[in-house]
């Protein structure tokens, strides 16, 4: 079995957080809790990949983003964090079933989201618009 990309994992969290709403993520063999941040509920996940410390927060719909406007309307939206730095955001496209990555350089990854994670597909663009 070989060990999931980064992207893979990312993908997972989100899936475990936010669309499964689980109180618990797993990340390989290790679990790491899902809390709430204190002033507006969102969820939040610390865990580690490859020896780096991750964390996953919940997109606050109350911004002005347009994640934010994303997650107004109901996507499901994940920001990830690594040295207080964003990473990468995930988001579901319900209509095409995909979850996708948008790592820093701007692309995005995509994985079928009825399918196992193993499934992913890179995807170049030049904005989230034309995934």
Not at 23 to 35: A, D, I, L
Not at 82 to 89: D, E, F, I, L
């Given at each position: 079995m070989t060990k999931p990309s980064f992207d893979e994992t990312l993908i997972e969290v989100w899936r475990q957080a936010l669309v499964e709403n689980a109180k618990v993520v797993k990340v390989g063999v290790e679990s790491y809790p899902v809390r709430r941040t204190p002033k507006l509920g969102?969820?939040?996940?610390?865990?580690?990949?490859?020896?780096?410390?991750?964390?996953?927060?919940?997109?606050?719909?109350?911004?002005?983003?347009?994640?934010?406007?994303?997650?107004?309307?109901?996507?499901?939206?994940?920001?990830?964090?690594?040295?207080?730095?964003?990473?990468?955001?995930?988001?579901?496209?319900?209509?095409?079933?995909?979850?996708?990555?948008?790592?820093?350089?701007?692309?995005?990854i995509c994985a079928r989201l009825q399918r196992p994670v193993r499934h992913v597909r890179e995807v170049r663009v030049s904005g989230l618009r034309s995934a």
């Amino acid at each position: 079995m070989t060990k999931p990309s980064f992207d893979e994992t990312l993908i997972e969290v989100w899936r475990q957080a936010l669309v499964e709403n689980a109180k618990v993520v797993k990340v390989g063999v290790e679990s790491y809790p899902v809390r709430r941040t204190p002033k507006l509920g969102l969820r939040e996940v610390d865990f580690t990949f490859d020896g780096d410390e991750i964390r996953g927060l919940e997109q606050n719909p109350d911004t002005k983003s347009r994640w934010a406007e994303m997650a107004r309307s109901g996507k499901k939206v994940m920001q990830f964090l690594s040295k207080g730095r964003y990473v990468a955001n995930v988001v579901a496209f319900r209509k095409m079933r995909l979850a996708c990555v948008k790592p820093m350089p701007p692309r995005l990854i995509c994985a079928r989201l009825q399918r196992p994670v193993r499934h992913v597909r890179e995807v170049r663009v030049s904005g989230l618009r034309s995934a």
